[in-house]
Nanobody, 119 residues
Framework: QVQLVESGGGLVQPGGSLRLSCAAS????????VAWYRQAPGKQRELVAK???????NYADSVKGRFTISRDNAKNTVYLQMNSLKPEDTAVYYC?????????????WGQGTQVTVSS
């Protein structure tokens, strides 16, 4: 059994920064690609950023230059550094990881963490 736990959300003023964490725990697993998604009220869930097992990254156009995704394989943790936050970044942010264990690849979702950008 593998679990994903997100943390780091909160309330921040426009122009501020937050760092989200997505930590995987369990036994005998390896993490492949990991992505951050977000869902604002009344909108569809959208991809924000993705990082492969090799460290390649891609970003939604709306966050390029402001957000950075990174991973610490020793800690089984992926981060999303969010700078220059805007009110339109307000959403619940979800971590999604492709994880290999028991001979199969599985897709796991975290529980979500609320990010609110407001003055």
């Amino acid at each position: 059994q593998v679990q994903l736990v997100e943390s780091g959300g909160g309330l921040v003023q426009p122009g501020g920064s937050l760092r989200l964490s997505c930590a995987a725990s369990g036994s005998s697993f390896s993490i492949n690609a990991v992505a951050w998604y977000r869902q604002a009220p009344g909108k569809q869930r959208e991809l924000v950023a993705k990082i492969t097992s090799g460290g390649s990254t891609n970003y939604a156009d709306s966050v390029k230059g402001r957000f950075t995704i990174s991973r610490d394989n020793a800690k089984n943790t992926v981060y999303l550094q969010m700078n220059s936050l805007k009110p339109e970044d307000t959403a619940v942010y979800y971590c999604n990881a492709n994880i290999a264990h028991s001979g199969t690849n599985w897709s796991y979702w975290g529980q979500g963490t609320q990010v609110t950008v407001s003055s």
